[in-house]
């Protein structure tokens, strides 16, 4: 019988560096031997990725709930096309962000109450968790400034200092009341001594053959 793969969401605030660690992650898993599947959220299929640049695109003015119904009905097809075929054909799914994303900006950053953003993540998904979130945090005024020097900004880092810091409060929360599944890492020092950080929260979730790999590398 195939063994079900294993699903890590990488979440944090603007400029945390996911994008950076994912691939780093990426490169550990498959030199393991393991497959690896990486995408993203909002975005992950031709639809899904048609609402990201909705949902991001500067001047644009969606209320929170608008928000919240966008990235879950980008967030369904991602699950059925994307996450769970490629799950239960063994791959190792990375995404970066998945449903804490959702529970940190539209619930603690924009105030929708959290039972009716579990209640809409719940629908979109059909109840799938990753095995394991990764919480890369910085201070919001640092992670905003490396993200402003990037060529292109997008709405959500346009955003005043005030709900960054809700943002971040609330990731925190949640790596509190769930800390065997969400784990809070910090992402100041070099991209190698936060990979490394990295590969010690998923130690846990490897296979033994993998493990036995790595100790011998």
Do not use: C
Request: hydrophobic share 40%; glycine share 8%.
């Amino acid at each position: 019988m195939r063994r079900r793969g294993r699903f890590i969401a990488f979440e944090g605030g603007e400029g945390s560096g996911k994008s950076t660690q994912i691939r780093a992650v990426a490169q550990f898993l498959r030199r393991r031997g393991l497959r690896v599947v990486v995408t993203r959220e909002p975005g992950g299929t031709p639809s899904a990725e048609r609402v990201r640049r909705l949902l991001l695109a500067r001047g644009e003015n969606w209320s929170p709930l608008a928000e919240l119904l966008l990235i879950n009905a980008a967030r369904a097809m991602h699950v059925r096309e994307v996450i769970r075929p490629a799950l239960e054909s063994g791959s190792w799914v990375l995404a970066d962000r998945f449903i804490d994303a959702t529970l940190a900006y539209q619930g603690y950053g924009r105030g929708i109450p959290l039972p009716a953003v579990r209640m809409v993540n719940r629908l979109a998904t059909g109840g799938l968790f990753p095995d394991r979130t990764l919480v890369l945090d910085l201070p919001p005024a640092r992670a905003l400034d490396r993200a402003r020097r990037r060529s292109t900004t997008n709405r959500f880092e346009d955003e005043l200092q005030a709900f960054h810091r809700r943002v971040r409060r609330g990731y925190r929360l949640l790596a509190r009341k769930e800390p065997r599944r969400v784990r809070w890492i910090s992402a100041g020092g070099t991209r190698t001594e936060v990979s490394v950080r990295l590969r010690a929260a998923i130690e846990d979730l490897l296979p033994a053959r993998a493990n036995r790999t790595r100790r011998s590398s």
